[in-house]
């Protein structure tokens, strides 16, 4: 059974790098994103959000210069749910996030795109369409509840 080092140096491993220096870097990024005690665990048997954190710290061990990231907060407790919220925050890497929070998009994003259907139908600073009702509304989505 692969533990959560195994699995974080798993990249940089099939970047080339030699494995005392790819488990460095598996254990520096986890550190970096407050899961350094999961090292030895089993991925199973870890909880959501200590998921999350270790997937994040899996991507973050190959320096990307952007992140791709899918409903990073979904099904969260609040408290798990600001974590990760600050820990995306802290980080320097440019983002995509694709998400229906958009609570969390107020809290991480400048700019944003409205999308349906895999199409993009209005772009723009995020509070600035955030705010529009109508269009919201026309593409399944609400004005965030604590307002824009």
Do not use: W, Y
Not at 50 to 72: G, N
């Amino acid at each position: 059974m692969p533990t959560v080092l195994e699995d974080v140096a798993f990249g940089p491993l099939n970047l080339g790098l030699p494995s005392d220096e790819a488990r460095e870097r598996a254990l520096s990024v986890l550190a970096s994103v407050g899961a350094e005690g999961f090292a030895d665990r089993a991925p199973h048997h870890l909880s959501a959000g200590q998921m999350r954190r270790v997937a994040l710290a899996t991507v973050l061990a190959m320096e990307p210069e952007l992140l791709v990231i899918d409903e990073p907060v979904m099904a969260l407790d609040p408290e798990g749910r600001e974590a990760i919220i600050a820990l995306l925050a802290g980080l320097p890497q440019a983002k995509i996030i694709a998400t229906h929070d958009l609570a969390l998009v107020l809290e991480l994003c400048d700019t944003v795109a409205v999308m349906e259907g895999g199409r993009i139908h209005a772009t723009g600073p995020a509070r600035e369409l955030l705010a529009h009702e109508t269009l919201l509304r026309a593409h399944g989505l609400r004005v965030p509840r604590n307002g824009v």
